[in-house]
């Protein structure tokens, strides 16, 4: 008979999350329609977004891309963290959690296997973007700045998946979770610079389009792709992220267990 593990050893968690990882892995495998909004959205927002909004942005398209391909970039990794509320909610609703808590595993295991399995979703969406936006005449100015740029942006997504990852142990319905989390991706996405200069917007927009998070991140991958280089923007970005996962990780981990 299996045993229910209250607490395990770091080294058993942590293998245990990668083996639950690797069940998300396969899920991708199985069911590449699951990766349609980090490969497909990638590719439409860039060439859609490029060819309407270049002439009237930048002038033309070419002068565009070095605005627009950073803000593809993080507005399709932000858009895919709520897949991790999702399918929390979704295995939870199909009593998957109940069936893993009675296995001799860590109890954490199916929350951070769901949470490493996703940053490969996030890795795809920033090489889809950068390599559409190649494809389309973008030339960075740094390549080492590129690969830092996907790296922050891919770790800045950890962040804010753990938003979606307590919406999903919060709210009782995977509509609940998909309606919240459209709210707030919109607000998110489409009050900052990722697609437009803040300078055009009313003074009250461009005020909270400033000290959006997304702006934030957006400039900095610009400034990093762009020249190499960094400033408060990367400073404020890594800070912002790490303060989403100090408070929210342990809030949704105890919500999370109690639930188990």
Do not use: C
């Amino acid at each position: 008979m299996a045993t229910v593990t209250e607490r395990v050893g770091f080294g058993k968690a942590v293998l245990d999350t990668l083996t639950l990882a690797r069940r998300g892995l396969l899920k991708f495998k199985h069911s590449p329609q699951l990766l349609v909004d980090v490969i497909v959205v990638p590719i439409i927002l860039t060439v859609l977004l490029g060819t309407i909004f270049g002439g009237v942005v930048a002038g033309s398209v070419a002068s565009y891309l070095p605005l627009l391909v950073p803000g593809v970039l993080v507005n399709v990794a932000v858009s895919s963290t709520v897949v991790v509320g999702i399918q929390l909610r979704q295995d939870m609703d199909k009593g998957l959690m109940d069936r893993f808590v009675s296995l001799p595993i860590s109890r954490l295991a199916p929350l951070s296997g769901l949470l490493v399995a996703a940053l490969l979703r996030y890795l795809i969406a920033g090489f889809i973007t950068v390599g559409v936006g190649l494809a389309m005449g973008y030339r960075p100015g740094s390549i080492p700045g590129v690969v830092v740029s996907v790296l922050l942006v891919v770790f800045s997504a950890f962040a804010l998946s753990w938003v979606f990852a307590l919406m999903g142990v919060m709210l009782s319905k995977i509509s609940a979770v998909q309606s919240f989390s459209a709210l707030i991706l919109t607000v998110l996405g489409f009050m900052s610079n990722a697609f437009v200069p803040t300078q055009t917007m009313p003074a009250w927009m461009r005020t909270i389009a400033d000290i959006n998070p997304v702006s934030q991140l957006v400039s900095a991958v610009r400034l990093l792709a762009g020249e190499g280089r960094v400033d408060s923007h990367l400073a404020y970005s890594v800070l912002g992220s790490f303060v989403l996962i100090a408070v929210l990780a342990p809030l949704t981990v105890r919500i999370y267990l109690r639930k188990l």
